[in-house]
């Protein structure tokens, strides 16, 4: 039986609640048999902006996702070094999955308005489908766009119009740590358990 695997990428700086509950929608809306987390290593796009080192934050998703056996976490952008593409990571995993499997690489309107500025893009969308999601309320992803964006990129784009909008970012959850608030409820308890023990977001 073909398999559908769910890509999720990102900083995770930190992992956060809204993380996990887009997995868990986009598990369920795309019918995927999976999820593989995939922890930026050093992102092109935003290479001065992480603060928590690689092996910290891989941690975190690994201890954000434990309870969950659709869930998987992958080192292949931490573990290289130089900047991580989409295109080499989408590679490797197809290289590893069956012709008839599909992988969704699941991502925010923001990031695909601004795809064409990614490596290799034209060979990306020949090897995964998009699953995207709105940032706002009442905002929808237009085909037409995409269009202009990349040839035939909305043909392979799924729309998650109807998932709710969760207003929660790591950038926020950062400064409220470092302003000594308790963040108990924006991260898991297991992900809260390593911020505190290794003291992180602090300085």
């Not at 699953?131 to 009442?138: F, G, H, L, W």
């Not at 470092?178 to 911020?195: P, Y």
Request: overall charge neutral; hydrophobic content about 45%.
């Amino acid at each position: 039986m073909a398999l559908r695997i769910g890509i999720l990428g990102g900083s995770f700086d930190p992992i956060h609640i809204g993380h996990i509950a887009i997995a868990e929608y986009a598990l369920t809306k795309l019918t995927l048999n999976k999820i593989i987390f995939v922890p930026a290593g050093d992102p092109w796009m935003k290479r001065s902006r992480l603060v928590a080192k690689p092996k910290d934050r891989f941690d975190m998703v690994k201890a954000a996702i434990s309870d969950n056996d659709l869930f998987e976490i992958s080192d292949i952008e931490i573990s290289i070094s130089g900047p991580s593409h989409s295109i080499n990571t989408v590679k490797t995993f197809r290289e590893d999955i069956s012709e008839k499997d599909e992988l969704v690489f699941i991502l925010g309107q923001d990031a695909i308005e601004n795809i064409n500025l990614w490596e290799k893009v034209n060979d990306l969308i020949t090897l995964c489908k998009f699953a995207v999601m709105p940032r706002k309320e009442s905002a929808h992803v237009n085909p037409g766009l995409l269009e202009t964006k990349v040839e035939g990129l909305s043909k392979r784009t799924l729309f998650l119009d109807d998932m709710p909008i969760i207003n929660i970012s790591s950038t926020k959850i950062r400064e409220q740590i470092m302003a000594g608030r308790n963040v108990e409820k924006l991260v898991s308890q297991k992900v809260f358990d390593i911020i505190k023990m290794r003291n992180l977001y602090r300085d």
